[in-house]
């Protein structure tokens, strides 16, 4: 199982005459080799530090503030382990979404933090910054190894410059900025990890590269499950930046399958299924393919692979939330659709040329198909049209082609001189630097509480029910800690303005229509005009039953007028009884008797 020798004078899309001017001398002090390692360590500090200050947003509460088995510090590891991730949270496992979840080592670490810190948002903030910075830090010193030492500068360097443009990408921004995406950091950490014990296994045979890469590897698929791609990634990349035999590479990824085995026996046993249990992903927020047929739910996915593309080249605007329908139905024959799928085959056909030619922008390609393939809701679904945090690990393949282009291939068009070459590939990433950078600062507030991140969700994601209810939601809460009228009564119409759209995208969203109920209420308690009260809870009640109309209805109970209160629970219970909810029904006719 031998491979045949490439011809290595030009491979990986380098150049047999120096693109600029020759390395520092021996003579140069020793520590200016750091310099770009410190450089890509401190940096996100200076960009994140900002966020130390902020507190729990979205799902940090699922995993972290309002977690039973995070609570319960040390002691509570063992269940964080053997239950699927929503449990401690839900105290049972619900099977809310499509594949269930389990990504337990970024909960374990939470559960170290209470243990000796309680709950304590700055340093898990903090905390992701360091593993944020750790992370491009890594990535510097893979592809450096990968690339080998060249005869250039470091600052124009392909490793350095694709590493700088990584910890800058804004898309990069919930990653840090949102203390659950913990996983999201931890499965780049330990994947790029396991990739390098390999590298260093089969350029130098050492054992301990072989035990350590599967290791390594554990960390990574216990973090999250996209880990899983570098059984594909590490041999394609030994394959392209080695010599090393068939037989090699095999031996070398061979333990990282046995681990991969073992990772998916775990989550079987623990989670109960592999993919789809038949009852996760019932709702239209949690699957939202719901209610869509084969060929556009194929389209949709291919329209956010072409989004994705956009975002990465121009990364604006940005959201968290790209829940129905920020993300629209499409269908094969709207061209979003078409240019998205041929572009996909560009970079497929060119990954495959690359084989045969090896070269750095095709193992580029190759790392970003391969490592978005899980994500990609092609062959099965997520539970969600996309998100920009699934771009961390596919935007290392960005980055390199972005960087090549950046500092080699463009600046040998512009001119043969050296020097010039080198000044003009500074140039043209240094104006790519400037806008990463003020757009990452700039993005960075958004996720301070949940308040602004529904603020600015609200400006972007306009298509999306998810979106427009949290906004309600948010100004409801502020109405509700004001005392002042005239505020409250502001907040109020802000928020129904929210609710109503979010309503008129998805009619049934249950909660919407229990934002919408206690919105109603909180006009009640100004204007006292139970007519419009009850009127507003009959619509509600007739299109999704919600349980803050029933607990607020209880209340009124003694408290309102008797006659209009028994008036309205006949009139409601008789029209659901009509539409098929006999219990529901006869309960209310029973409360109106």
């Excluded at 239950?83 to 170290?112: C, H, M, N, W």
């Excluded at 990739?195 to 050492?206: E, I, P």
């Amino acid at each position: 199982m031998t491979r045949k020798k490439k011809n290595t004078s030009k491979k990986y899309g380098e150049k047999s005459t120096p693109l600029s001017e020759p390395s520092e001398t021996s003579q140069e002090k020793k520590w200016l080799k750091w310099i770009p390692h410190l450089l890509l360590f401190l940096i996100p500090f200076v960009l994140y530090y900002q966020s130390t200050s902020f507190g729990y947003v979205l799902d940090d509460i699922i995993v972290l503030s309002e977690n039973n088995f995070v609570k319960q510090g040390i002691d509570g590891i063992d269940d964080i382990f053997t239950t699927e991730s929503f449990t401690g949270f839900l105290g049972s496992q619900k099977d809310l979404v499509v594949g269930a979840r389990y990504r337990p080592l970024s909960i374990a670490t939470f559960a170290l933090e209470y243990e000796f810190l309680e709950l304590n948002p700055k340093v898990s903030h903090f905390i992701n910054i360091i593993l944020y910075a750790l992370t491009g830090l890594l990535l510097f010193i893979l592809l450096s190894a990968l690339l080998k030492k060249r005869n250039i500068k470091w600052y124009v360097s392909i490793p350095f410059m694709a590493s700088l443009l990584f910890i800058l990408h804004p898309l990069h921004t919930e990653v840090v900025a949102n203390i659950k995406s913990r996983d999201e950091i931890l499965v780049v950490l330990f994947s790029l990890g396991a990739l390098w014990f390999a590298y260093k296994y089969v350029q130098s045979g050492k054992k301990y590269a072989l035990w350590l890469a599967p290791l390594i590897f554990l960390f990574a698929v216990f973090s999250k499950e996209n880990a899983l791609t570098f059984l594909a990634v590490v041999p394609v990349t030994l394959y392209y930046f080695t010599e090393a035999s068939w037989k090699k590479i095999f031996k070398a990824t061979l333990p990282l399958l046995a681990v991969a085995l073992i990772f998916l026996f775990v989550r079987y046993e623990v989670i109960g299924y592999f993919l789809d249990n038949g009852k996760g992903g019932t709702t239209l927020m949690n699957n939202p393919f719901l209610g869509m047929d084969s060929g556009q739910k194929f389209a949709t996915a291919f329209f956010t692979l072409g989004l994705y593309i956009k975002l990465l080249i121009f990364p604006h605007p940005l959201t968290h939330d790209y829940y129905p329908y920020q993300i629209p139905i499409m269908n094969w024959g709207d061209w979003e659709v078409i240019l998205s799928v041929l572009i996909y085959v560009f970079l497929l056909l060119v990954a495959i040329r690359s084989f045969k030619k090896t070269g750095l922008v095709g193992w580029a390609i190759l790392f970003y198909l391969l490592t978005l393939s899980i994500v990609s809701n092609l062959p099965f679904t997520i539970g969600t049209f996309m998100n920009e945090r699934f771009m961390y690990l596919p935007s290392i393949g960005f980055v390199v082609v972005l960087s090549y282009y950046l500092v080699e291939k463009l600046p040998s068009l512009i001119s043969k001189t050296p020097k010039i070459r080198t000044w003009s590939g500074l140039a043209l990433a240094g104006l790519v630097i400037m806008g990463y950078s003020f757009k990452t600062w700039d993005r960075v507030p958004a996720w301070e509480s949940n308040y602004t991140l529904n603020l600015a969700a609200s400006t972007v994601s306009v298509n999306s029910a998810r979106a427009n209810q949290y906004m309600a939601y948010s100004l409801y809460l502020k109405a509700n800690e004001t005392q002042n009228r005239e505020e409250k009564k502001k907040l109020l119409d802000e928020a129904t303005y929210f609710v109503d759209r979010a309503l008129k995208i998805h009619p049934t969203y249950k909660d919407a229509n229990n934002a919408k109920a206690g919105i109603m209420a909180g006009y009640y308690g100004i204007d006292r005009d139970l007519k419009k009260l009850l009127d507003g809870f009959y619509i509600i009640q007739t299109r999704r039953l919600t349980p803050f109309v029933d607990t607020y209805l209880d209340y009124l109970d003694n408290r309102a007028d008797s006659a209009q209160m028994s008036s309205f629970y006949k009139q409601l219970g008789a029209e659901l009884i009509r539409r098929g909810y006999k219990v529901k029904g006869s309960y209310y006719l029973q409360k109106g008797s």
